[in-house]
């Protein structure tokens, strides 16, 4: 007779989650539509939209699994003056209870818990104590990290990296897994609390894509607003938000479009939600390094707001050619890159040699990729980018999407990562 198997059940601690339009509601989006094809019933606990500062996407809500169950919590709004933004701090106490009743009173096997909100990392060690359950966090981004300006001594950032410092020992001490977008992300918690690697898990898992995301987009029938598809124009997206290491590659490819017009005469690059705030319509960020530079609505337009996810996907469609601007920062793996190749175009990226978006876009074959080792090598190839334009050129016009190499490009997706987390998941519930 055939050994009967328990479906295990795993919260997923996610404080922002669909309508909410950040960035970072996908990773806990994916992994729960998933998780019940590997023997795992998910519950989403999140905080109620009305918290939310960020514009809603209701059109992403759409995605969400009818079947997938969602606990929303309550929080603290936004005051003004903002004295609290940060959503897992504003909501922290509401988070922890909900979970923890449904702990105690359902069987739980694992508490899965994503950050940011760094803050939230603690609920897995508060709840870890008060109940026996085992926890995991996800790095979609680092957080003891270096901000520009965390020299300063009592400025904002000096603190973030200080208090940041004090905090994530504590919340990963009792931790069973150890999970980020790429290893970069979590090198710092091995290195910084050595013994944990005895006891956790560590695993990387790309940040992913859903094929059927872009489905979507064709069955709202969605159209681009932004601006109009030009045949004499070679139209290039550029979307999401841009890192403070990132300016400095940009400017330097600004100065290579000044000084080589007849080279870039037919090039637009469309920045879309790179805005200071997401939902400041003049919060422009990249229009003053075009003024600067001449190139402002000649080959250069910046659309600051963040628009909505399948709004995004949209306007890839509807453009030539994704452009991609990495960072100095060898662990940056820019969650673009994913639906950039679903997007079916071209892709122009500018990255450190060590992100793992390199090797997305090299083994697909979706993009030309510049990218640089160290900062000698990047100075000397933003110096003579026009060079690199040209190679893009030769790759564009032999472009066909119909070649991109799709099994090479499915391990990134949503489905296969989630079957690298049940895979952990196993290990540490069967153990």
Request: aromatic share 14%; charged share 20%.
């Amino acid at each position: 007779m055939e050994e009967y198997k328990r479906i295990k059940k795993i919260i997923i601690i996610s404080p922002h989650f669909p309508p909410s339009n950040l960035t970072a509601v996908h990773r806990a989006r994916f992994f729960a539509q998933h998780l019940p094809s590997f023997g795992w019933e998910p519950t989403i606990v999140t905080v109620h939209e009305d918290y939310y500062e960020e514009a809603l996407d209701n059109n992403l809500a759409k995605l969400v699994p009818n079947w997938l169950r969602v606990e929303k919590v309550k929080g603290i709004k936004v005051t003004k003056p903002r004295l609290i933004g940060d959503i897992g701090l504003r909501s922290f106490l509401s988070l922890y209870r909900r979970a923890k009743k449904i702990i105690k009173e359902e069987n739980i096997d694992f508490v899965y818990i994503t950050i940011p909100s760094f803050y939230g990392a603690l609920w897995g060690r508060w709840l870890h104590e008060s109940t026996g359950v085992a926890y995991g966090i996800d790095y979609i981004d680092p957080w003891v990290h270096e901000f520009p300006g965390s020299n300063k001594i009592f400025s904002r950032h000096w603190w973030a990296t200080k208090v940041s410092g004090f905090l994530e020992p504590i919340a990963v001490k009792k931790a069973a897994l150890i999970t980020g977008v790429a290893e970069s992300y979590f090198e710092g918690v091995q290195q910084r609390n050595a013994r944990l690697k005895e006891k956790a898990i560590f695993c990387a898992i790309p940040f992913g894509s859903e094929k059927r995301d872009h489905k979507k987009v064709k069955e709202f029938d969605l159209q681009p607003y932004l601006f109009k598809p030009n045949a004499a124009k070679l139209q290039m997206v550029y979307a999401g938000a841009m890192l403070p290491k990132a300016y400095s590659l940009l400017e330097k490819i600004f100065i290579s479009f000044q000084n080589n017009p007849e080279v870039f005469e037919n090039v637009e690059i469309h920045f879309i939600g790179t805005g200071k705030n997401p939902t400041d319509p003049n919060g422009f960020t990249i229009k003053p390094y075009a003024e600067k530079y001449s190139l402002w609505k000649k080959n250069i337009f910046e659309y600051p707001v963040r628009i909505p996810y399948l709004d995004v996907l949209v306007h890839l469609n509807a453009a030539n050619a994704v452009f991609i601007l990495g960072s100095t920062e060898p662990h940056y793996t820019p969650s673009k890159v994913y639906q950039a190749v679903l997007s079916g175009k071209p892709i122009l990226a500018v990255l450190h040699t060590m992100s793992t978006a390199v090797e997305v876009l090299t083994n697909s074959g979706a993009g030309y990729v510049v990218d640089f080792a160290n900062e000698d090598e990047c100075e000397l190839k933003m110096q003579y980018f026009e060079k690199e334009y040209m190679q893009f050129l030769e790759f564009y016009q032999q472009y066909n999407p119909a070649n991109i190499n799709m099994l090479a490009f499915e391990k990134y997706s949503a489905y296969n990562i989630t079957d690298t987390l049940a895979q952990a998941l196993n290990k540490i519930t069967e153990s």
